[in-house]
Structures are given as C-alpha cells and as structure tokens.
C-alpha cells in the first residue's frame, strides 16, 4: 500500500477520467466527500481504527464504478468465483467485485479495506469497524443530497449505530430486491444497539 493519499487520489482521477463516463467527475467528488465524511465519523465517536487504512478504503471504496463487464467476467475467472454473480443487478458488481479490482490493479491486498470496498453497499453481518465507517459514509457525504438523505445524515453525527441501521432501512425499502435474511438480521442488530 502506499503511504502517500495524494498518489491514489491522481490514480483514481485518471481511473475514472479513462472511462470516459459523464458520470467521471461527480463520483471522483463523492469519493472525495466519502473520504472527508469517514475522518468526521472516526472523530465524532472516536473510533479506535488505523486513519490511513481508513483514509484509502474510503478513497478507493468506488474505485471499480466503471469497469466494464468483460473486465468482470475476467475478474470471476481469475478468482475462481461464481459465475451467478453476474446475474445480481449491475449496481453491485463495483462493491462485491471491487476489492478484487483494487487487489489486481492497485496491489493492495489489506483484508480490511478489501471488506469495506466489498461490503460498501449492501453491508455484511459481520462488518469491521472500518467497514461500518465505510458503509455509513458513502450514504451521508456532502454530495448525498436532498430531503431522502437528511434523516441518515444527521444521525451520522449524533449516533453510528442508528445512522447505520437508517442506511439498511432505506435500501431495503427502495430496493427489495436485495433483502435477504442477513440484511433483516443486521438491521436489527444496528436498531438494538
Ligand atoms: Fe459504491
Ligand atoms: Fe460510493
């Protein structure tokens, strides 16, 4: 891994620029925000996790956005993993398959920031508090706008756990498709805590 932030913040720039989307700029800015929104959430609860570790995984959480389906299906092969993941939506192949891009192209092989890419989205029963910063922030930076995400985004400066439970609610709301047993059982454990 490298030591230097501003090296994978260039990396990342020229990542998304090469994929020529129209989209390149605005998700640099939200990697940007996510970034800026881990080190708050760290601070205000004062969580006890390694910030450089933190600072790269928040950075690179989306680092896979634009890669293409053949890049994918390469990916799969490479890792020996199922095929079927590519019949999930889409929308998630960036953060189930994303450490293994990061791994590939970036040489970062920390199983701690490989999770937090991996479960950025769709969360895990058993996230890592580096994990659950990840998770939380990429739901409430500052260029989450908008009234859908003012309840989340104030409570990720008041209570993590809530405001981690408020992020599984709400995608399980907008997206049903992706409700599994695991994700009824992690919204409960978040609510209780
Ligand atoms: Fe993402
Ligand atoms: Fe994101």
């Known amino acids: 891994m490298k030591d230097s932030l501003e090296e994978y913040k260039k990396i990342l720039w020229n990542k998304f620029q090469n994929s020529q989307s129209p989209r390149a700029e605005s998700r640099y800015r939200h990697s940007l925000g996510v ?6 959430i760290k601070k205000t609860f004062s969580l006890p996790v390694d910030e450089h570790k933190l600072m790269v995984a928040a950075l690179l ?3 896979a956005k ?6 994918y299906v390469q990916i799969i092969k490479e890792n020996h993993l199922d095929k079927q993941l590519l019949e999930t939506s889409p929308k998630i192949w960036h953060s189930i398959l994303g450490g ?4 590939k192209e970036l ?3 920390d199983p701690e920031i490989l999770d937090a890419i991996r479960d950025h989205t769709l969360g895990g029963s058993n996230m890592s508090l580096l994990s659950e910063i990840i998770f939380l922030a990429d739901y409430t930076d500052e260029t989450r706008e908008g009234e859908y995400f003012r309840e ?6 008041v209570d993590f756990h809530q405001a981690i439970a408020c992020k599984i609610h709400q ?6 498709q992706f409700v599994t047993e695991e994700l ?3 919204y409960q454990k978040y609510r209780e805590d």
């Open 107 to 109: 040489g970062i092989d």
């Open 171 to 176: 995608r399980m709301l907008k997206e049903p």
């Open 184 to 186: 009824k059982t992690m």
């Open 100 to 103: 293994y891009v990061v791994k």
């Open 35 to 40: 970034l800026k929104k881990a080190l708050e």
């Open 61 to 63: 959480h989306d680092y």
């Open 152 to 157: 989340a985004k104030a409570l990720s400066k």
């Open 66 to 71: 634009f890669t293409t389906w053949e890049e």
